[in-house]
């Protein structure tokens, strides 16, 4: 994680450098910093925590020099202080860096042996000690560079300053991405687009393994094995994600009220509403796999296992789905002649990329369910299946689940169709469900805000909630308390509705919230008798249903929130609402900082 940026212009960069930054926090916040070359010598700002920290320090001591790097940091080694922030000085050397060097020990122990005295907790502090020995060695700066990558394992975007070079920045690229902007007469790079969109749409991306030698009038670029090589220049369409956040209070509350929007956006991509039909889907050839498998982290994998019941149920398609980070290591045996989906809004989460690595390695198609179009996932996977959410600011992901949900719906009645498990006329009455999803959605919005916001008061005052469900309502059930817990901090699991007397009936009590999702589906009566379960034990259920789950269920729950009765394909969409709303609002109450809570970050560059 962490957001790195450089900029080499013609006037002071401190501020442009804390404002590419801003666009770049998202990748983490814990701390920040922002060095440059002035009168000959390095000099920085750093400061804890957000960047408005590192603004009110740089108003206090402003910091001038036309070529500069900053860092916005998501602590991996080393707390979240001052003297752990980036840049890192070492003997005339400023380096930034977004990643994890692996054999950081190894290195320490050895410069440490050879006289280095480390000033931070930092895995990065090796990098500056690197450069400054290879340089004493005689190397010139390029060699050193070249040496040092060579001395490095594990992931890294870097840009790094020589003191005895203000016309230079050095960056290099393994694992998280990097983009080189050019602009007129000046050179930026950052660790993504966006962050450079108010400065230049003219962007070449680093593939992995290359090192450049930024100028003010372009970049030279070398393979690992310092060959000269050439990437392409591309128009980065960025500049239109430049976001803000309306009339809303947060970025999260605007991405929730988004949602009929970018669904109907992302349906659309899939679906010709026109004429009933789910357009051919290039990529994969969902008639002739065997069996496809998933792999996504936290919301996204959570958005994987409900389109696992719909591959399954309306395509006869099995699904093999697992957490990233679990799915790499397994050694599941796929076959070849599989496909593998992997779910990631940013395109970037490391655990993803390398589940994807391992696939392609396996032979087996790839299909990447994206957001970010130009991110790394997007660009190594054999099919991209966009799903045009827009950008989503806040940490909490919402609109881009449900727009994963969307789009994993759409595929998987593709896949029906290819291989022939549903008639056309039960195809046709799932994308007429689907179509009316989008109004139905800005239906639910507009009519549950007031009942949510009393809800959410007395949510606040709980320690700990649980959220049941069956069907797709069981990983809804487990989004429903990742969104509370993240945003909230409040304690919140989810579990399938069937589980709960194996053993988590425990937890019941009066002071413990259960939330039911329960839609009028084929599970409902099941359901309802886990519920009466959780009654009998003095449990206060929150019950989330339609009209006729409303009608059908004797049982008095504290609350019931209805909801339009809609069919089975789209009731994980709409269902989602109210779980977003009662975790956002309760986060409100609480005055917790929704759009970035604490310790997290909107892309996880790191395993
Ligand atoms: C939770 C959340 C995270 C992400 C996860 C994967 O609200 O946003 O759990 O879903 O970090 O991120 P992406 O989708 O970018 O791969």
Redesign the pocket.
């Known amino acids: 994680m962490c957001g790195i940026v450089g900029i080499i212009g013609r006037q002071p960069v401190s501020y442009r450098l804390v404002d590419a930054l801003k666009r770049l926090e998202y990748r983490g916040y814990d701390s920040a910093g922002v060095a440059t070359i002035t009168g000959g010598a390095l000099q920085r700002r750093r400061a804890e925590g957000k960047l408005v920290n590192l603004e009110t320090r740089l108003k206090e001591e402003p910091l001038s020099g036309t070529i500069g790097i900053g860092h916005t940091r998501w602590a991996t080694h080393g707390a979240p202080t001052e003297r752990n922030a980036h840049p890192h000085f070492t003997d005339g050397v400023a380096v930034v860096h977004n990643g994890i060097i692996e054999n950081f020990a190894e290195l320490k122990d050895e410069l440490a042996a050879a006289g280095a005295e480390f000033q931070t907790d930092t895995d990065t502090e090796v990098i500056g000690y690197l450069l400054a020995k290879h340089r004493r060695e005689g190397m010139n700066r390029r060699e050193a560079m070249h040496a040092m990558l060579k001395r490095l394992r594990g992931a890294y975007a870097l840009a790094i300053l020589f003191v005895d070079d203000p016309s230079t920045i050095m960056t290099a690229r393994n694992g998280p991405p990097l983009a080189i902007g050019h602009g007129d007469g000046e050179m930026f790079l950052g660790s993504d687009a966006i962050a450079l969109a108010p400065f230049t749409n003219e962007i070449t991306y680093l593939a992995d393994g290359d090192w450049a030698v930024v100028g003010r009038t372009g970049a030279q670029i070398f393979d690992f094995d310092a060959h000269p090589v050439e990437r392409p220049r591309q128009t980065s369409i960025a500049v239109a994600y430049l976001a803000n956040k309306g009339n809303h209070r947060h970025f999260m509350e605007k991405e929730i009220y988004e949602q009929p929007e970018v669904t109907a956006h992302a349906l659309g991509h899939y679906i010709d509403f026109t004429q009933n039909r789910v357009d051919t889907v290039s990529g994969i050839d969902f008639a002739r796999i065997p069996s496809l498998a998933i792999a996504?982290?936290?919301?996204?994998?959570?958005?994987g296992l409900i389109g696992k019941y719909w591959f399954e149920r309306y395509a006869r398609l099995p699904v093999e789905i697992d957490v990233?980070s679990e799915f790499r290591y397994r050694e599941i045996p796929l076959s070849p002649r599989s496909a593998a989906l992997f779910?990631?809004?940013?395109?970037?989460?490391a655990d993803?990329l390398a589940s994807l690595r391992y696939c392609k390695g396996l032979g087996l198609k790839t299909g990447a369910v994206?957001?970010?179009g130009d991110s790394t996932?997007a660009r190594e996977a054999d099919a991209v299946f966009p799903i045009l959410a827009g950008p989503?600011i806040?940490?909490?992901?919402?609109k881009?689940?449900t727009c994963?949900l969307a789009v994993l719906a759409a595929l998987a009645v593709g896949a029906a169709r290819a291989r022939g498990t549903l008639s056309e006329d039960e195809v046709q009455a799932l994308v007429k469900s689907l179509a009316e999803m989008p109004r139905l959605m800005g239906q639910v919005l507009n009519s549950i805000q007031a009942e949510i916001e009393l809800l959410a008061r007395e949510l606040s005052k709980s320690h700990d909630v649980l959220y049941l469900g069956r069907g797709t309502s069981f990983p809804l059930a487990m989004?429903g308390a990742?969104?509370l817990k993240?945003?909230s901090y409040i304690h919140a699991e989810g579990y399938a509705a069937g589980e709960l007397k194996h053993g988590p009936i425990a937890l019941i009590d009066e002071n413990t919230p259960v939330i039911v999702i329960a839609p009028h589906d084929r599970f409902f009566d099941k359901t309802v008798s886990n519920m009466q379960e959780v009654a009998a034990r003095g449990g206060r259920i929150i019950l989330i249903t339609d009209e006729q789950g409303a009608a059908a269920s004797k049982l008095d729950a504290s609350h019931t929130i209805v909801l339009p009765a809609v069919d089975e394909i789209i009731a994980p969409m709409i269902f989602s609402l109210p779980i977003q709303l009662l975790a956002y609002n309760t986060a409100v109450f609480m005055g917790t900082d929704v759009d970035q809570p604490r310790n997290?970050?909107?892309?996880?560059t790191v395993e």
């Open positions: 996504a982290c936290g919301t996204a994998y959570l958005a990233a779910i990631s809004q940013s395109g970037e989460t993803t994206v957001n970010v996932i989503e806040g940490v909490a992901s919402t881009a689940f994963q989004e990742l969104k993240e945003i997290l970050a909107k892309s996880v």
